[in-house]
C-alpha cells in the first residue's frame, strides 16, 4: 500500500455505527435484574472470558447484545466533580422513548421499583428522565417533541399529584 492510498484514506472518517457498550459492576446479578425487569432488556448469553463473568443483553432480536456487563468494576471511585448525579467517565447512558406513553410506562416501572432519584428535564428539543440504575450510572430516558429548540437547554420539571396519579408536570422554580 503506498504512501498515497493511506493518506487519501484519511480524507473522511471511517463508516461506523454505534453497536454497543459495556459496563464493568460490582453486583452482576443485581445489574441483571434491572435492565431485565425494569428496563426490557433479554438476556442474550452469559459466561466468562478474559478473567470477567459477562452477561450479554438486547432489545432487538438483529443484534446479539446492545449491553454487556462485565465484572471488575472498582469500589470507591470518585463521583463527577460538576454534578454527582452524572457519571464520573460516563455522564450518561440515552434511550430514545417511542412516545410519551412509554415514557410514562417506564415512569412507573421505575416508581414500582424504588429506583431514587428520577429526575424529570424539559431540554426543548427531548423531554427526558434521569435515573440511575442500581450502581449509579446515570441513565436516560427521553421522547423527541415535535419541534426543534437549540440546544443546550434544561429546566427541571417537578410532578405534582400523588405518586401514582397521572403525572403533571409543571416548571420548577428557578435555582
Do not use: C
Amino acid at each position: 500500500m503506498s504512501t498515497s492510498t493511506v493518506r487519501g484514506a484519511s480524507q473522511r472518517p471511517p463508516r461506523l455505527r454505534f453497536s454497543h457498550f459495556g459496563l464493568s459492576v460490582q453486583d452482576i446479578d443485581a445489574m441483571e435484574r434491572f435492565y431485565s425487569d425494569v428496563m426490557g432488556f433479554t438476556v442474550t448469553d452469559r459466561g466468562q472470558a478474559l478473567g470477567f463473568d459477562l452477561v450479554f443483553l438486547s432489545r432487538n432480536p438483529d443484534d446479539h447484545h446492545q449491553i454487556v456487563l462485565a465484572t471488575g468494576k472498582p469500589a470507591n471511585i470518585p463521583p463527577n466533580t460538576v454534578n454527582p448525579i452524572f457519571g464520573p467517565a460516563i455522564n450518561q447512558i440515552s434511550f430514545w422513548m417511542d412516545g410519551l406513553s412509554e415514557l410514562r410506562l417506564l415512569h412507573g416501572k421505575l416508581l414500582d421499583a424504588g429506583v431514587k432519584p428520577i429526575t424529570p428535564i424539559d431540554h426543548g428539543l427531548a423531554w427526558s428522565l434521569y435515573f440511575p440504575d442500581p450502581e449509579g450510572n446515570n441513565l436516560e430516558a427521553f421522547v423527541d417533541p415535535p419541534w426543534y429548540i437549540a440546544a443546550p437547554r434544561a429546566t427541571a420539571r417537578i410532578r405534582t399529584g400523588g405518586p401514582r396519579s397521572r403525572p403533571r408536570w409543571r416548571r420548577a422554580p428557578p435555582a
